[in-house]
């Protein structure tokens, strides 16, 4: 697309004007995803509305990875890739203590567009990999952003899995819903009126989906199997007893952000 020496200027104007932080990275993407002058006005336009940058352009960069997004689906956010990486690190342990002919078994539950399933398979192409979640939109573009290399199944929480897969998962990784219901409006507008309300919150205290998970793993975790959770560091007290009613025994994983923490939850030892 040709543009007058003025025009990369005139942008970052108007999205400063709309109150993005990062007016000249999201002038760049628009650009580069803009077939035409046109076209780039009307994407313009609608990011100054509201509209998530990476739903326009319909793609998300995520730990060095590209991923499929499409609107009224939740994009993945930068803060989950604490939770790809310890995701990655414990596949890779789990593949030391199993057989060549029995690769780890990686389950991404409330996997949206998979975003950490997609890091894992990056890193570990033999795992055997699965993702779960009700929104079938969202599935739409898992199965693109994992191609062939996954089962995608339909199913709230852990429901819909394969049964064979029983007892032999090494690693479970989830972002549940996780804010409460009564804080909406310290969400983000894009994020309120753009993104399903379903991916965004978990009941009185957001921990609806993440007690639903904690009920459901056991039955498919290996006995040293793991269970990684992303939530908000003030959920990480009330979620640490749910686990402990259950027979786990926790470790927390704080963000630089100070507010994002992964409970890793393990069996504990009888």
């Not at 057989?99 to 991404?108: A, K, Y």
């Amino acid at each position: 697309m040709t543009e007058s020496p003025e025009e990369p200027d005139r942008l970052v104007a108007a999205l400063r004007r709309a109150g993005c932080v990062f007016a000249e990275e999201e002038a760049a993407v628009l650009r580069e995803s803009a077939g035409s002058t046109a076209h780039l006005e009307r994407l313009v336009r609608a990011r100054a509305a509201g509209a998530p940058l990476e739903q326009l352009v319909g793609w998300v960069e995520f730990g060095g990875l590209r991923l499929r997004v499409g609107p009224g689906v939740f994009v993945p956010r930068q803060r989950t890739r604490l939770l790809a990486e310890i995701a990655v690190a414990a596949v890779e342990t789990a593949g030391r203590k199993t057989s060549e002919r029995l690769p780890p078994v990686f389950i991404e539950a409330f996997a949206g567009v998979a975003p950490v399933a997609a890091a894992v398979r990056a890193a570990h192409p033999s795992a055997e990999l699965h993702v779960t979640d009700f929104d079938e939109a969202a599935l739409r573009y898992a199965r693109v952003n994992l191609e062939a290399a996954a089962g995608v199944h339909s199913g709230s929480v852990l429901r819909g899995l394969p049964d064979r897969i029983a007892g032999r998962v090494s690693v479970i990784a989830a972002v549940p819903p996780y804010v409460p219901d009564g804080e909406a409006g310290l969400l983000p507008r894009e994020a309120r009126d753009h993104e399903s309300p379903a991916a965004l919150f978990g009941g009185a205290d957001g921990l609806d989906a993440v007690r639903a998970l904690i009920g459901e793993a056991p039955q498919w975790l290996t006995l040293h199997g793991t269970l990684l959770v992303e939530m908000h560091s003030a959920q990480v007290s009330d979620a640490t007893r749910i686990a402990e009613d259950h027979g786990f025994t926790t470790t927390q994983h704080g963000a630089a952000d100070s507010q994002t923490v992964v409970l890793e939850l393990r069996r504990a030892p009888r």
